[in-house]
């Protein structure tokens, strides 16, 4: 699928994962923060809460601190005020990259976006040069020993649009809005489900095929990645299992 998808699952087998753990858990916190001040506390009246929601207890995130974010994002907790910033760029080899963060501070967050970029080899692109690369998506991951047929029938009526095997994984997309619904329904099958998330999917990939190549990409992409205000790197690349395998 994605470059970010690939890249994920770099970031897993070399245990970034766990290492970050902190970080991590401070990106979901203020994800839930925001969701809650733009659509309100109830997750079942705000699917996009909904979903951060189940996305942060999913990664172990304590309930009690996640109903804290949502009562910041509600006004009934004192807290900082985040704003959604969005940028885009190029990394090496013309792969686009689009960039979401969340700020209290965007006279310092732009800066230092456009200085990992270029210190990283890549560079800072006008808004809209590659948004219009990238759809938004809602995606449930599902253990890939569950039945295709079965999967698929449970998936489409719960609204998905699209399934798809990603190694060792089953990717079902849909709407945003009916992630959560397609989520409960597979659930519901009794099929595992790893995890539902939002995301944003490529209309176009560049393929990746020489280690170096990849090396510089994702250079670009793990930097942004650490920076504390961003929240999801999503890139038009997808390297071979060749040189994943390179890679280690």
Same mark, same amino acid.
């Given at each position: 699928?994605?470059?970010?998808?690939?890249?994920?699952?770099?970031?897993?087998?070399?245990? %970034?994962?766990?290492?970050?753990?902190?970080?991590?858990?401070?990106?979901? /916190?203020?994800?839930? #923060?925001?969701? %809650?001040?733009?659509?309100?506390?109830?997750?079942?009246?705000?699917?996009?809460?909904?979903?951060?929601?189940?996305?942060?207890? !999913? $990664?172990?995130?304590?309930?009690?601190? /996640?109903?804290?974010?949502?009562?910041?994002?509600? =006004?009934?907790?004192?807290?900082?005020?985040? @704003?959604?910033?969005?940028? @885009?760029?190029?990394?090496?080899?013309?792969?686009?990259?689009?960039?979401?963060? *969340?700020?209290?501070?965007? $006279?310092?967050?732009?800066? #230092?976006?456009?200085?990992?970029?270029?210190?990283?080899?890549?560079?800072?692109?006008?808004?809209?040069?590659?948004?219009?690369?990238? &759809?938004?998506?809602? /995606?449930?991951?599902?253990? =890939?020993?569950?039945?295709?047929?079965? *999967?698929?029938?449970?998936?489409?009526?719960?609204?998905?649009?699209?399934?798809?095997?990603?190694?060792? #994984?089953?990717?079902?997309?849909?709407?945003?809005?009916?992630?959560?619904?397609?989520?409960?329904?597979? &659930?519901?099958? =009794?099929?595992?489900?790893?995890?539902?998330?939002?995301?944003?999917?490529?209309?176009?990939?560049?393929?990746? !095929?020489?280690?170096?190549?990849?090396?510089?990409?994702?250079?670009? /992409? #793990? %930097?942004?990645?650490?920076?504390?205000?961003?929240?999801?790197?999503?890139?038009?690349?997808?390297?071979?299992?060749?040189?994943?395998?390179?890679? =280690?």
């Amino acid at each position: 699928m994605s470059g970010h998808s690939k890249w994920a699952t770099i970031k897993h087998k070399k245990g %970034a994962a766990d290492k970050a753990r902190g970080k991590l858990f401070a990106k979901l /916190i203020k994800q839930v #923060e925001v969701a %809650a001040r733009q659509g309100g506390g109830d997750p079942d009246s705000n699917p996009t809460l909904r979903t951060m929601f189940q996305k942060a207890r !999913d $990664n172990s995130v304590p309930l009690d601190t /996640i109903w804290k974010a949502v009562r910041r994002g509600t =006004g009934e907790e004192e807290g900082v005020t985040y @704003e959604s910033i969005t940028y @885009e760029g190029y990394a090496p080899g013309g792969v686009a990259v689009y960039v979401e963060t *969340l700020t209290d501070n965007r $006279n310092r967050t732009g800066p #230092e976006i456009r200085a990992l970029f270029s210190k990283n080899g890549g560079s800072m692109a006008e808004p809209g040069a590659v948004a219009w690369q990238f &759809d938004r998506k809602g /995606i449930v991951v599902v253990a =890939g020993d569950a039945d295709e047929e079965e *999967l698929m029938m449970v998936a489409l009526d719960g609204g998905a649009e699209d399934i798809a095997r990603q190694g060792d #994984e089953w990717h079902v997309t849909c709407a945003p809005a009916d992630t959560m619904a397609v989520r409960d329904a597979i &659930d519901g099958a =009794g099929i595992t489900v790893t995890s539902a998330d939002l995301t944003m999917i490529p209309s176009t990939i560049v393929t990746i !095929d020489a280690p170096d190549a990849a090396k510089a990409i994702l250079r670009v /992409i #793990e %930097a942004l990645d650490d920076h504390d205000d961003v929240q999801e790197v999503y890139a038009n690349f997808d390297i071979t299992d060749d040189v994943v395998a390179a890679l =280690g």
